[in-house]
Nanobody
Framework: QVQLVESGGGLVQAGGSLRLSCAAS????????MGWYRQAPGKSRELVAA???????NYADSVKGRFSISRDNAWKTVYLQMNSLKPEDTAVYYC??????????????WGQGTQVTVSS
């Protein structure tokens, strides 16, 4: 069984920083793309940032220059460093990973979500 567990969310004032982490566990052969999505109340889930196994990255325009995604392949972990946070960044943040498990089954896996709240 493959599992993604996020941590690092919380309440922060505008202009502050948070660092999200997401660790993958289970019978994993390979992790391809990893990413972070977010969903605000009443809105659709949107891509925030993504990183390939080769560490190429892409970001939503709204977070460019403020957020940074990175990964540690040895620890099967992806991070999202969020700086200069704004109230509009308030959302539930979800980790996503494209995982090949030990049964050679390719799966699109999701974490349970972590709340980020930015106060003005």
């Amino acid at each position: 069984q493959v599992q993604l567990v996020e941590s690092g969310g919380g309440l922060v004032q505008a202009g502050g920083s948070l660092r999200l982490s997401c660790a993958a566990s289970g019978s994993i052969l390979r992790i391809n793309n990893m990413g972070w999505y977010r969903q605000a109340p009443g809105k659709s889930r949107e891509l925030v940032a993504a990183i390939t196994s080769g560490r190429s990255t892409n970001y939503a325009d709204s977070v460019k220059g403020r957020f940074s995604i990175s990964r540690d392949n040895a620890w099967k972990t992806v991070y999202l460093q969020m700086n200069s946070l704004k109230p509009e960044d308030t959302a539930v943040y979800y980790c996503n990973a494209d995982i090949l498990d030990s049964r050679w089954f390719q799966r699109d896996s999701w974490g349970q979500g972590t709340q980020v709240t930015v106060s003005s």
